[in-house]
């Protein structure tokens, strides 16, 4: 089945605690990417990577790394996690950066204490 | 910078009523444009697309058709059920030089009551 995992679902952190949420696709694309979902505030992209080792800014970078050393896995990596990246995280990936269609994963809630 | 604006929410409708959601854009290029759905703890997932002026998308009953002269995408249904309920986003993907960050609408949420 074609689909792009993330994990955890669900996870709650103190101020400054590393982590790292994974993201997964299994269809071979060469695009991926991340957003966070913030009420009234719709989607917005972090980061987003157009094949493996080439990765760029979206809108909202600032607070998160990312690295694409393997074209399935894209990890989104919040070093010094504060409470204002307290939201729900989605990762998509996509064939064509373009015109095809992006398969969104189930998201990640993340609150940070 | 490109940008997409939907209409507020909530909207709430009986079952079987018509639904109508607006979507405007503003890009500097030829986008394609896209509605997602996202039901409740879920991911989005694409309901339709349309990719230059006057095609017309549809799935499932819902349909868009891309205006570029009056730069819209509005979403239509023409019987909606309860199990439509979900928030909608609107959104337009397009190259621009050397970045892409596809810019979506804040979403438009759906309930629609038996």
């Known amino acids: 089945e074609a689909q792009v995992t993330q994990n955890p679902r669900y996870l709650i952190t103190v101020t400054g605690k590393k982590l790292t949420v994974t993201c997964s696709q299994n269809?071979?694309?060469?695009?991926m990417s991340w957003y966070r979902q913030d009420p009234g505030l719709g989607l917005r992209q972090i980061y987003y990577s157009m094949n493996v080792e080439v990765t760029d800014k979206g809108d909202v970078p600032e607070g998160y790394k990312v690295s694409r050393k393997e074209k399935r896995n894209f990890p989104l990596i919040l070093e010094s996690p504060s409470p204002n990246q307290t939201s729900l995280y989605f990762c998509?990936?996509?064939?064509?950066?373009?015109?095809?269609?992006?398969?969104f994963g189930p998201g990640t809630r993340l609150l940070v204490l | 910078g490109d940008s997409v604006t939907q209409m507020e929410g909530p909207v709430t409708l009986s079952e079987e009523a018509f639904l109508t959601i607006n979507c405007t854009y503003t890009a500097t290029g030829y986008p394609s444009l896209f509605w997602y759905v996202q039901y409740p703890g879920e991911g989005l997932q694409l309901l339709l697309k349309a990719t230059k002026a006057d095609d017309k998308g549809s799935n499932k009953g819902f349909e868009a058709t891309y205006r570029k002269e009056t730069t819209s995408f509005h979403l239509e249904k023409g019987s909606v059920q309860v199990s439509d309920s979900a928030v909608y986003f609107c959104a337009l993907s397009q190259a621009s030089g050397g970045s892409y960050i596809p810019t979506f609408g804040r979403g438009t949420s759906l309930i629609v009551h038996p």
């Open positions: 998509a990936s996509a064939q064509d950066r373009v015109v095809e269609t992006q398969y």
């Open positions: 269809m071979n694309h060469e695009y």
